[in-house]
């Protein structure tokens, strides 16, 4: 049976019905351009407010997931009617592996739509449901510091039964912001790439020798299309490549590595083009941080 992944996304939501279809569809097929590079297969489907993605090899697909522009988080779920008894029946068996002596628990529960029951009401009987079934295992409710959380999200006719959720980079889908080609050059300009892809943006990626390995191996992980140009050492040979790609791809602007000490310069290299620099603000360490945990999710 095909695991089962409950997508949600922030941005979008936000936005006016024909914006937010169209962003909702370019972060559909996002979604399936990283299954379909990756070799796996995968169906997605939607309601107002999520998506669902079904594969046959859920760890693989819900990383795949946390890659995609515009995700803020993705679950693997389980679904059953919303009938409470099925509810109960089912939660009981999952949380049971994950129970043990004495432990603190809570029940975080969500309705969507009409129903008999609230969600303090859910989550209270469920609560009660547990203590009751496994009553010499000395549990505790505990809604502040819990160390097992048992969510219960109510959709309408159906419900989706999970325990975890692993972020994705939020922003916007890729796609829905232009055309731009970053000097990828060193961790700096690969984050300052990967800040503009979140942004919706696509970005190709120019790479002098320090650089190659941050574009293909980590940038190109979020997105399977991206142009990657490889040059040699020294600025002339950067500054063409970025020119080049840039006309080519009909970029609306470049993305640069830069501290506010070389604007002047560089503007007048680059003429009219609009030049961002996202990173210009962030301190060496802060850009470490930063892309040690882009990387983390790429991997």
Known sequence: MPALLLVRYGELALKSPPVRREFESTLRRNMLDLFVA????????????????????????????SRVFGVTSVSIVHEV?????????RLLELAEPRLFPGARFAIRARRTGQHT?????????LGGDILDRFPTLGLKVDLEHPEVELFVEVRGPRTYLYFDRLPGPGGLPLGVAGRLVALV????????????????????????????ALATNILARYDPHARIVAVGEGAENWATAVGEVAEATHADGVVL???VEDYAAVRDRWGDRVIFSPTVGLTDEEVAERWERVVSRAS
């Open 117 to 125: 029951f609230t969600s303090q009401e859910l989550g209270r009987d």
């Open 38 to 65: 990756a070799g796996l297969e995968g169906r997605v489907r939607a309601d107002h407010g999520h998506m669902y993605v079904e594969s046959s090899d859920a760890e693989q697909a819900i990383h795949l997931v």
């Open 185 to 212: 050059d060193s961790t700096r300009g690969a984050l300052g790439a990967y800040l503009m892809m979140k942004r919706g943006c696509r970005v190709g990626f120019v790479t002098p020798v320090g650089g190659a």
């Open 257 to 259: 590595p830069l501290v």
């Open 81 to 89: 009617p919303t009938d409470r008894a099925t509810i109960t029946s």
